[in-house]
């Protein structure tokens, strides 16, 4: 025996549970055929087979030609036919399939197996029309698919032979014509290729074998596994099956059906019937497909059959099923079954239902439906109609789903304006920075030019709930002329654009949006989740209105408050920018007195909305010289108020400029250079919790010191904390609970953990600067190069957005690991953008993180990510659609 | 028995090993004790008795109190004397004494134990005159030293009763009157503190001691430990030591000698005496003290039994000796005894001269000299006497030694026109960036008011041996007035500074500079080091002229070569710009051809210097945008060379503008984004060393790879510069000795080294970026908080300057660790600054790096760094002068 890898699995070798080595459309072939269906049979070479070929320098292997020879010969017994002959050929298709479904990104090759030879038996044997029509398909197919020809050489051929032989429609041409149209067809391709077209049909197989295995590589594979985080290592398998005809007669047909309805759930046979016809029939559009229904009142039989085995595959995968089906001469097959795609309200519907009927428990149910797909239900969309017929112009980072139109401006203060006018504002800019928080908030959607899932226009945009689309590179944007091109367009202020924040795609027209509905199921489904979650779920939110909102999506609390996005109001950031600007500290100790007063009213309605639950307030962190004046007519404002020459002011805004503010002076560095920073805000805490008190409202304030690397630096930080809340506690008769701990955001951080821990009551993960520093990479930056690292494969996904295990997540570990070593019961959690990515949410899981903290409106994501996260855990095994 | 925690030693408790616990000067006394010497008896209050104190809240514990009484008990018993009585009354003098010597940093009290009733017996016993003037003199010591009393207060009033009694010298003054002023004196006393002066002589040594401990926080104390690296966490332990007085007469005296001459290294007793005196009068200048051979002639047995016990000091301690004595009444007594601070002259002369005395062996020797010293002999000095005198306007970071005057210019253009006019200058600038290579390479020193000892400007300075100072942030710099302001003066371009690049100080006129001298002994001293490490010392440099001089210092091979520094020069700038302004892969080949051939050249001349010698070749590592033209002029000139518009060449260049370049488009990155950059570089560097084999000279190549933070991203770029070898190589007929590797320099880097390893043949610490990464500390920003962290205690040593091995060491230490696992021979070094730092290369023969490689004027320091490292390696210990 031929002690060799095994490559080649025939249908009834393999079963559903060997998707990773089958390719999902293969394992579900082997389970029909397992459990009995009506396949047409056949075989599958391995994604093992793939990865050999893609690495080896595109050979086919001559074990792996060997294998497929034998499989062959085994079908030919199955199917009483034989491949290539011109007695009873066996005529096969040959088809991708991959671990994820990758609907039409690969290619696929039927009628394989005709040639000289076979087609006349197939014209003896069914009819003459049949089997050349067959014929010429094949051969264009073939021609295009497998040996690069371009399929425009036949289709121009084709139409000028249909005009001298003067008819319109295909069906017009008899036999004969077929006849002369395959020989053509076969002129076509010996002219292009410089040899004959292929009569062997075991090197048409192997070569239609290798070239599926090749569109694994194609450009639209390329950009479905990118949207899909589908990494590139897993390759596709082949299934070669043999073909069965819905072409034959009237007693023939094609369909395509799902066991339920994908749009509404509703639990209804849903589906398409096309008589005397192949799939491709129907994908062209050349006929109209019937509702199933018409086959129920035409084959009574056959439509019985086909509705017992659909319930029988949906119980089996437990699971809504997406069949195709061929009908040869009353006779049905199953082609193909698999989970059905479905909207995110069919998908909750489908899943309350199968409880509901007994076909699933709750933890199966509440592992069916896709975290990231409870995104659809709580934005607006475009109207599907509208979308159909819209030119898409640009395409770049979905960065904060929902649909939005709006007329374009390119500064905050424009787009205010505007918004005060009564308009509806895009605002568009190379990238945002927190001066443009005013243009931001009035603002439908945000459109940067720069920028990755991380920059601060990303960051901002989910936490408000407004749409944006980043790095969207193609934009050439003018300021001064206010204007910019995209997509061959030139928009001036005014004109109006439309963009999807879920799908990334602009459009240079105003399209009409619509509400997404809310069903009760949302509760009800909402409900399971938390009810088997074990992590908290809480939002990063900088304001009342926000917090409130990410209360009725189900936060626990906050995770994160960034205290400095309250200083850019119109009234504060003088106030602010004169205490950054302050040159003795008397001045600065009288500015920071009046941003007291600022902060904490804001903490006290953020303490009044959060009644109770924990907020984790993070002392001031970006660089000061984000607050600064910019224009001149600000800098002149400025000198006003604060009794200073625009001079003076520049020189000393121009010291405060950072090469790398990144890495700066930020964060705790910035209360280790002014404690009274630490103090002030403190004090505004305390104030506020204590005053929040007195009314009756519990608070539980988590003060977060930023940026830590070391213990001592914090350690200095704490010790002003401590001591001014302590200072103001004596005066109060109450008790106020509250802790005092830091972001784990430096790598340092995470290797000093345990001796920052003997001083930390919590630590929050800062996964987003920590990223960036673990990988040396600037998230403001990396929108510039990060597509060659994707299209390169150096990167299967963005670090950015899904967190990288291996390297970011050891340093979690070791902190994790440390941290606790030294206090036991430290509190852990992760408030960087990580926590609202399903991945990662399972990963925090394992790392047994007590919180995951993200926008309020990847709430509902995290609570439903962490719910599968836990059952995962719990069985012991990754949860499978985490994407 | 009381079994508190011990924390006073009588001097007969100790030895000389117990430095750590009794500060230097305690465990030499109790050492010089047990050696039998004459030494005024005491005992020593020990450094964990500082630490108490300093963090008890500055109360001295009681036990330590009890631990004191008990001492003082003790001292009474062996000098017969009581303390604080007026019968035979014991007189102490309190002094710090820390690990380190910090020669004149903290606080002494002398005399203490004088009050009205012992300065009685004391008037007694010796005389009026000399037991009020010690007691007046003590009681503003203790006032000021230990009270806080303003000494200008005591000093006002002497010198009124002085004018007011018509005489001008104290010595003029009789008993009378010096009872007189000491009663002043405590009148004064009374005033400023609001009560009586202590009479209590315990009372005066608690507080003595306390004072002691506190002025471990004083300012010069702080400064010095900066300065040497030595960790506020020692503190200070305290010597109470009885009096003895040189004063008493024409047979006491006292002096201060080295066993040998601390200049030069002779071999000679070198020191002076001064009769019937005090120490602090030869402190003072009142009275100029005589060479120490006068005693031989005046006290011939004294003299006698001096040398006889400094011979034996010298022998015991097997180092040249500082000495303090007295002669009191005829009996010669040591106050103290350490280690001499020497030229570094002299410490090869004594470290030679020793071993050829057989006191000790070539290792001793070499374990002996401070490596950080030898820079003094590579450097131009000032000349001493005219340093003396001048002011120093300014003091920040010693970026680069040696000394320098010339006339200040601003821009790179100014400074190399000014150096064609036969001016020597001084480049002063706020920061440097590449662009300014030209100007630094004329200038005689560099100056700037930003930046770290990382900085830009340092490692270039210290590259070219050009004297630097950075982060001088007092510096006031206006580029379009061309002047600056710096310690209350102003300089216009073309006044004259001088400058200390080893100390960091700036003088505000011209100073004359000498050359250091190098003695035979160098040469010596340094095969020794050599024949001692394991590690080999290579050298930091971009040209052939500095590789050339740090081959005559030493270096075994390149460590890194910047291959970028190469683009500025101004026949080389215009046609890098075209080739990142290039707007087609087409436009970018051409311009990289041209490149090529400059890269080319260079490469072949540092071939051939270096002459068989490894030669390590970094890729192109800064972002582009730092290459890009910068001033209108600069544009005009690129757009006419171009054939592109100023608007379209400044618009690319914005686009290329990054907001954290450190982390941004740079390193192997570039390279990923354009391949054609890593194949020319390539190209250029194997057409180099065919060339240079094919003229004989051997050639070592080792093309390193920077900013890996992954294995796939570096394979993708080791692909390209590995295909393109091999397929230049194809057409050689000899052999290339050849490898490819990277920088480790990102901290994800470290912790995926097992996979990097896999594909990269050698591994080079990059620790200037892995400490910013791994801090998320930007060494071009730090300078303005840096400050802050070393006032607060956050960080006791810079570490940018001084490896930090807690977190960076770690990182490396997994990096060696998983790097080794994956390929057992991979070969190890760093080339970050680091590498030329003594207690950095201890830590990289510690963790069996192969080499370490550092700035040419530093690679004597790390050959005998590595020779120490490596015996202490060895012994199983710690190199003692590390600093």
Same mark, same amino acid.
């Given at each position: ?420 006018? +009564?308009? =509806?504002? &895009?605002?568009?800019?190379?990238? !945002?920075?927190?001066?443009?928080? $005013? %243009? @931001?908030?009035?603002?439908? #959607? ?24 980043? +790095?969207? =590179?193609? &934009?050439?944007?003018?300021?001064? !002329?206010?204007?910019?091109?995209? $997509? %061959? @367009?030139?928009?001036?202020? #005014? ?28 509760? &009800? ?47 504060? &950031? ?310």
């Amino acid at each position: 025996m031929n002690q060799a890898h095994k490559y080649v699995y025939m249908f009834s070798e393999g079963n559903g549970a060997m998707r990773n080595l089958l390719g999902g459309k293969g394992a579900n072939l082997a389970e029909m055929s397992n459990l009995g269906l009506p396949i047409p049979q056949g075989f599958i070479v391995s994604t093992e087979a793939c990865t050999n070929y893609n690495t080896s320098g595109r050979v086919l292997d001559n074990a792996i030609r060997e294998q497929i020879d034998i499989a062959m010969v085994r079908l030919e017994y199955m199917t009483e036919k034989r491949f290539g002959c011109k007695e009873n050929p066996l005529l096969v298709s040959v088809r991708s399939g991959s671990r994820a479904s990758m609907p039409g990104m690969m290619d696929t090759v039927l009628n394989l197996g005709l040639n000289d030879k076979s087609v006349e038996a197939m014209a003896k044997n069914i009819d003459t029309r049949f089997a050349y029509d067959s014929y010429r398909r094949f051969i264009m197919m073939f021609a295009d698919v497998v040996m690069d020809v371009d399929k425009h050489l036949f289709e121009n051929a084709f139409r000028q032979y249909k005009e001298k032989a003067g008819v319109t429609q295909d069906v017009e041409l008899n036999g004969e014509q077929m006849i002369e149209i395959a020989e053509m067809f076969k002129g076509i391709y010996k002219d292009a290729k410089g040899e004959d077209f292929p009569m062997e049909a075991k090197e048409q197989l192997y070569e239609a074998i290798q070239a599926v295995f090749r569109s694994w590589d194609n450009e639209r594979a390329f950009i479905y596994r990118r949207r899909h985080d589908i990494p590139y290592s897993w390759g596709t398998a082949v299934n070669v099956q043999s073909m069965v005809f819905g072409n034959m007669g009237d007693d023939s047909g094609t369909g395509v059906a799902f066991s339920r309805d994908p749009s509404t759930g509703e639990n209804a046979i849903f589906g398409e019937y096309l008589m005397n016809a192949q799939g491709e029939d129907v994908v062209a559009g050349i006929r109209t497909p019937l509702s199933i229904d018409c086959l129920k009142d035409e084959k009574p039989e056959v439509y019985a059959e086909f509705i017992a085995l659909a319930k029988k595959l949906e119980a089996h995968y437990k699971d809504m099923q997406d069949m195709e089906f061929t009908v040869e001469r009353g006779k049905l097959y199953f082609l193909q079954t698999r989970n059905g795609k479905r909207t995110a309200q069919a998908a909750l519907r489908i899943a309350i239902d199968m409880v509901n009927e007994g076909t699933l428990t709750v933890e199966e149910a509440l592992l069916m439906v896709d975290p990231r797909s409870l995104d659809q239900l709580l934005h607006p969309i475009f109207d599907p109609e509208a979308l159909n017929n819209a030119d898409i112009i640009g395409k770049a980072l979905p960065a904060s789903p929902g649909a939005a139109s709006g007329r374009v401006y390119f500064t905050s203060q424009d787009a205010m304006d505007a918004h005060a006018r +009564g308009e =509806e504002v &895009i605002l568009v800019r190379n990238e !945002t920075s927190p001066e443009d928080i $005013g %243009g @931001m908030q009035v603002a439908k #959607g945000i459109l940067t030019a720069k920028g990755g899932a991380t920059c601060h226009a990303a960051i901002v945009a989910r936490d408000m709930g407004t749409p944006c689309i980043c +790095g969207c =590179e193609d &934009i050439k944007l003018d300021y001064t !002329t206010k204007q910019f091109t995209l $997509g %061959g @367009m030139t928009f001036k202020e #005014g004109d109006y654009i439309s963009m999807d924040g879920s799908t990334g795609k602009v459009f240079g027209e105003q399209l009409p949006t619509v509400e997404s509905k809310i069903t009760n199921d949302f509760a &009800i489904f909402m409900k399971w989740a938390d009810e088997h979650r074990t992590m908290e779920v809480r939002t990063n939110t900088d304001t009342p209105d926000s917090a409130a909102r990410a209360l009725e999506f189900g936060a626990q609390g906050i995770g994160l408050t960034r205290s400095e996005h309250m200083f850019f109001e119109a009234d504060r &950031i003088p106030k602010m920018q004169r205490m950054i600007l302050s040159e003795t500290k008397e001045e600065r100790l009288a500015a920071c007195d009046e941003l007291r007063a600022f902060q904490k009213a804001d903490y006290l309605a953020i303490f009044n909305v959060m009644c109770g639950l924990p907020v984790t307030i993070r002392l001031l962190d970006p660089p000061l010289h984000e607050f600064l004046p910019k224009s001149d007519a600000e800098f002149e404002t400025l000198a006003k108020e604060a009794g200073k020459t625009v001079e003076e002011l520049k020189k000393q805004s121009a010291m405060l400029h950072e090469v790398n503010p990144m890495m700066g002076h930020r964060g705790l560095r910035l209360a280790v250079s002014y404690p009274e920073l630490a103090e002030m805000q403190t004090r505004a805490i305390i104030e506020a919790a204590i005053e929040a008190q007195k009314t009756g409202t519990r608070v539980r304030p988590e003060i977060m010191i930023p940026l830590t690397f070391d213990v001592k630096e914090y350690k200095f930080v704490k010790d002003v904390v401590e001591e001014t809340a302590k200072a103001i506690l004596a005066d109060y008769d109450g008790t106020l609970e509250y802790m005092i701990g830091t972001m784990i955001e430096i790598p340092r951080a995470c290797l000093m953990a345990d001796e920052i821990a003997q001083e930390a009551e919590f630590f929050s993960f800062g996964t987003n600067d920590l990223t960036q520093m673990t990988y040396g990479l600037s998230r403001d930056d990396a929108g510039k190069f990060i597509n060659d690292y994707i299209e390169h494969n150096i990167f299967e996904t963005d670090p950015t957005i899904k967190l990288d295990q291996k390297g970011v997540g050891e340093l979690m570990k070791t902190a994790i690991a440390r941290g606790r070593k030294a206090r036991p019961n430290i509190k852990l959690g992760i408030c960087g953008e990580h926590g609202g990515d399903p991945s990662s949410i399972e990963f925090c899981q394992k790392l047994g993180l007590d919180y995951v903290s993200c926008s309020p409106f990847r709430v509902p994501i995290a609570r439903l990510a962490a719910a599968q996260a836990a059952i995962a855990q719990k069985r012991g095994e990754d949860v499978a659609n985490k994407g």
